[in-house]
């Protein structure tokens, strides 16, 4: 099956520890993105990356990390400067980075400080 | 600033009837607009994109554009109890240097009454 995979769906941060989320596609789409959701937000753009080894900070990077050194994986990694890191992840992928490209979405991690 | 517009709602229609969802957006470089459907505790899912002014029919589900006055709308017909869900409205703007992400409105809560 083709699609894009989030691990895990759940994490549990104490405060003042990274956590580093998952998202893997097997689309062979060269574009993938991070977003994060709010209650009752929409969702707002973290990091992109339109090829592999680059990647460009989104509206909201402060805190958060990735990299891109393969193209089926995008790695987000939340680190102690985030504020408020308590969210719904969601990391998307599009064929290319051509604005009309559709992105789609993977499952979603929903993280939690405690 | 690169805003997307929405009623949040609750915005109830009766089983069988249209629904009419509205998005106005404040970038008149955008190019491509997508409409997705998010149920509570899931990932969005595309419902719809256009990409030029006028209307585009998809089954139950017509999208129409007016680049003018900045404004998309997404209708229903024959409304379903499963249509239940958050509609979010996403913008993109490909300034020719690739695309940098959607922009996302923060949803329109739609109920469909049995």
């Known amino acids: 099956d083709g699609g894009i995979t989030q691990s895990p769906k759940y994490l549990f941060r104490k405060e003042g520890q990274n956590v580093t989320l998952s998202c893997e596609q097997n689309?062979?789409?060269?574009?993938m993105y991070w977003y994060r959701q709010d209650p009752g937000q929409g969702l707002r753009l973290i990091y992109y990356?339109?090829?592999?080894?680059?990647?460009q900070k989104g509206d909201i990077a402060e805190g958060y990390s990735v990299s891109r050194e393969k193209k089926e994986s995008f790695p987000l990694t939340v680190t102690s400067a985030q504020k408020n890191p308590t969210a719904f992840y969601l990391c998307a992928s599009s064929i290319t980075s051509v604005g009309t490209d559709t992105q789609y979405f993977g499952p979603g991690t929903r993280l939690t400080v405690l | 600033q690169k805003e997307v517009e929405q009623n949040s709602g609750p915005l109830s229609v009766p089983e069988g009837a249209i629904a009419s969802l509205n998005c106005t957006y404040s970038?008149?470089?955008?190019?491509?607009f997508f409409w997705y459907r998010q149920y509570s505790g899931k990932s969005p899912e595309l419902i719809m994109f256009i990409y030029s002014n006028g209307d585009k029919e998809d089954g139950r589900f017509t999208a129409q554009l007016n680049k003018a006055s900045q404004y998309v709308s997404l209708l229903i017909r024959d409304s379903q109890p499963s249509d239940s869900a958050t509609y979010l409205c996403a913008v993109n703007c490909d300034s020719g240097g690739g695309a940098d992400g959607l922009t996302f409105g923060k949803g329109t809560h739609l109920i469909i009454q049995p």
């Open positions: 970038d008149r470089g955008s190019q491509s």
């Open positions: 990356s339109q090829i592999v080894n680059d990647f």
């Open positions: 689309l062979n789409h060269d574009a």
